[in-house]
């Protein structure tokens, strides 16, 4: 081999490297773009099966004609739930361990216990604070589910809040309801994502089996 077709292999060769790289760079685009498809599948697929999961939970609760009290978490009848309206002043605490009073307003949908407790403490009222110029109080009052929405009764008169009532919000079902019922009845366990370390990537996928074991 002469010192030019030397020349010319080695360049040769510089141009096959070139193309190695440049293949190189190509599939790790297309991977990365199928990595990137697959992670958002999967989040998708775990967001749905959580939202499935409590919607089961919540069907089956209906099936069985129960409920839950959204003070104490317990769980009910139907038949048994009632819904009291509270209201009144309240304090509360600031920054730098300031407080002040504000005005309350707290929609339920109560066990029996929890109905009379609310009730029972109507009326009550907090002992005049000479510093803030203000005292706390707390009404509770019975309210009835009709079929144009939830009317309230309040020192004797009706007043109607309406279906979608800002006011007529209803605690959510608790996840630690959701857990206990869903291995009570034998539902798939929870899934989730957990960081491997603090403020890391969320790629670990946990599959929470002791709520299925424990229905066994
Ligand atoms: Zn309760």
């Not at 030019?4 to 141009?15: I, T």
């Not at 317990?74 to 300031?98: K, P, W």
């Not at 929405?149 to 309040?154: I, N, P, Q």
């Amino acid at each position: 081999m002469t010192q030019d077709e030397m020349f010319e292999v080695k360049v040769a060769d510089l141009w096959a490297l070139r193309q190695a790289a440049e293949r190189a760079t190509q599939n790790i685009e297309d991977l990365e773009g199928r990595l990137r498809a697959e992670h958002e599948a999967r989040g998708e697929a775990v967001k749905r099966y959580g939202a499935r999961r409590v919607e089961l939970v919540e069907q089956e609760m209906r099936k069985r004609g129960l409920t839950y009290c959204t003070r104490c978490f317990c769980m009910i009848y139907s038949a048994e739930a009632d819904f009291v309206l509270t209201e009144g002043r309240e304090t509360y605490d600031g920054a730098y361990h300031t407080y002040g009073f504000r005005n309350f307003f707290r929609f339920y949908r109560v066990c029996p216990a929890c109905r009379e407790k609310l009730l029972d403490a109507h009326g009550r009222r907090g002992g005049y604070d000479t510093f803030a110029k203000d005292q706390a109080y707390f009404h509770a009052f019975h309210v009835e589910k009709r079929l144009d929405g939830f009317w309230v009764r309040k020192f004797g008169a009706w007043g109607h809040l309406g279906w979608h009532d800002d006011k007529c919000v209803l605690a959510e079902l608790p996840g630690k309801l959701v857990e206990q019922l869903a291995a009570e009845w034998g539902l798939p366990p929870r899934i989730s994502f957990e960081s491997e370390y603090f403020g890391g990537p969320m790629n670990k996928l946990v599959i929470h089996e002791h709520s299925a074991a424990a229905a066994h």
